[in-house]
């Protein structure tokens, strides 16, 4: 069984709506149709404390997700999408890898920073979402979609550059019912990182400020395309060492880990 808790999709980190539909990253922890990654972590780690704290099992996932299919929006080569996202063998005993309860869905949104309208939303037509959690909660969660095409992928990262040019320093509603929040962008986290040749990457460190409550939260989301297969990599908890990832605990090397996957993605599958 999934673990009924809201998506915590850092995915922008972005949140997704508490039931039906929480949004990225762990934004999509809880969150409601579709929140900002910030927003969803922190559901999400509410969420998940109670999880913890109450012994609510969680499902596993592993390298290939062995949960039941969903009828809805399932295609020939969305079995891509278990061998990307995070795994149960990638981390340290005591931290567990859970598939979001609609972490199939895609009701769910996966583009939400700064709560801005993405139109390559409407043509995605698989994606999975896993979240990791250990002691402290929340850590991190990662996200694999794929769209109808390249040009589709490619047009969700110009959308995801342009919405952050853009983005004012003001309170944005958000146009899926979620949260209204201000996000501030701090330097790129990434400029000393790495790259990997065939994928493109684009990262964001922000914070992003609840207007109703005036809660602040930290994130860092990490984006990751090849063709038309895109990764979102939520961290919420940006801020000092991570638990490990595949032995990894800098965010440039976690990010590293998925880069690398995606790289190894057939050709025919990711369509470059």
Partial sequence: M???????DLQTVAPLPPDPRPAPGFRRATRRPDRGPLAALV????????VVGFG???????????SPKRAVNLVPDDSVLGELILRQSDVPAGDNVTLLRQGASLTVATLDLCNGRFASETQRIARRQVALTGGPGLLMSTEAILYRGPSTGAQALGELQSVAAHCPSTPV?????DDTVTT??????DGSWSRT?????LAYDFVTTDAATGEAVHSVAVYLRRGRVL???YFARPDGPQDAVAGRTTLAGVVAVFEARLA???????GD
């Fill in 197 to 201: 040749p065939s994928v493109q990457r």
């Fill in 264 to 270: 190894k993605v057939p050709a025919g599958v990711a």
């Fill in 2 to 8: 999934v673990t009924e808790y809201a998506d915590p």
């Fill in 173 to 177: 509603k958000s146009p899926v019912g």
């Fill in 231 to 233: 990764m979102g990599i």
């Fill in 43 to 50: 559901a999400a780690l509410v969420v998940v404390s109670l």
């Fill in 56 to 66: 609510i099992a969680t499902i596993v996932v592993n390298a290939r997700d062995s």
């Fill in 184 to 189: 501030k962008f701090r330097s790129a986290p």
